[in-house]
């Protein structure tokens, strides 16, 4: 019996980190969603082509026997572009992703399925479905992935040499900030749900790489849990970096044990230098009176500091972004700190505000 062939697609969109600007590769893979549809699907049964629009043309004419496309706000519209031009060539088409998953039923005008939320619990029906002529309409689990037992993502599928960070492990789903503009919690919900510390770190030692991105909301986001991945990390030679909120990037002996077990770079979410903006969006964690000091704690460690922050918030004025560092900062003694500013008015997800 032929293998079927399923045609995994991230579709291109306009953005420095995903575009192969960096000697003809790009700064990040956006791929670890497909990756773990990829390990959920059965091996011996598929053979599953991974393309990302961003780093190389998508083969139309593949003889593909079901097409799966995850897209976010700012480029779903590519997604179903995509999704139409297979569909009129007879193949079935499922969506998945953040925009999808709030909006199904636009989704549904452009292709014959959709996944809502998490994929693992619901992709043995969906295939089933496929098999017998009948994939349509929504697939949602009735309850969340306990996140044991979880597939090694599909890392053999990716491009290695198109892509400068590449190896994205998930440690964690959900988060406990309840951020307004953040889909996460309406995702993956208000708490935290932890992988076994130990398929942690198998997934480290086998992804293929000794550089790693903790693909996490918030991987400081309780004082104990990072502690005892990080204990398990100490002496693997492994670097790592992940996303964290302020508070506990404060915290002395999170900071030494993350320096102790690789860690060269905190993404910490500033979002704003405004008070009142940060308790507009619920984002009570952040103090931006203390965001220098906190900086300089984290380079006394030897740790990089990739801020993120927002702009477009509601009340913000042209004179607001004129405060706000368009590149990089320092603070004094200490090594720059990289911006990115994000412009949720062109991209915000929907369900968030």
Request: glycine residues 8%.
């Amino acid at each position: 019996m032929r293998t079927r062939i399923i045609h995994l697609i991230n579709p291109k969109t306009v953005s420095a980190t995903t575009r192969p600007l960096y000697m003809n590769r790009a700064l990040y893979s956006p791929l670890a969603g497909l990756l773990a549809v990829a390990a959920s699907t059965p091996r011996d049964q598929y053979e599953v082509v991974l393309t990302d629009e961003n780093i190389e043309t998508i083969d139309f004419d593949l003889k593909a026997d079901l097409v799966g496309i995850s897209a976010m706000t700012s480029y779903v519209n590519r997604g179903y572009e995509i999704a139409g031009q297979f569909r009129a060539k007879g193949v079935p088409v499922v969506m998945g992703g953040v925009h999808s998953s709030f909006l199904p039923q636009e989704a549904l005008k452009h292709c014959d399925a959709v996944v809502i939320g998490e994929v693992e619990l619901v992709i043995d029906k969906l295939l089933d479905d496929l098999k017998q002529g009948s994939m349509r309409g929504t697939y949602k689990s009735d309850t969340l992935h306990p996140m044991v037992g979880m597939p090694m993502p599909r890392y053999d599928l990716l491009k290695k040499n198109r892509y400068v960070n590449r190896t994205y492990v998930q440690t964690s789903r959900g988060c406990h900030q309840g951020c307004t503009f953040c889909a996460e919690p309406l995702m993956n919900g208000l708490k935290f749900r932890y992988r076994p510390v130990d398929e942690v770190i198998h997934e480290m030692e086998n992804c293929g790489a000794r550089t790693i991105s903790i693909n996490d909301a918030d991987f400081f986001g309780t004082p104990e849990r990072p502690k005892e991945v990080m204990r398990a990390l100490k002496g693997r030679g492994i670097q790592w970096q992940a996303g964290v909120t302020s508070k506990l990037a404060q915290d002395d002996r999170m900071l030494e044990l993350a320096a102790e077990s690789g860690c060269t770079m905190l993404s910490i979410g500033f979002e704003s230098i405004s008070r009142a903006t940060l308790k507009s969006v619920h984002k009570h964690v952040n103090r931006p009176e203390t965001f220098a000091a906190l900086v300089e704690k984290v380079h006394s460690y030897g740790i990089m500091v990739f801020g993120l922050f927002m702009c477009g918030f509601d009340g913000a004025t042209i004179a607001r972004f004129s405060t706000k560092p368009s590149t990089s900062t320092s603070t004094p003694n200490t090594m720059p700190v990289p911006i990115r500013c994000l412009h949720p008015i062109r991209a915000r997800s929907p369900g968030t505000r």
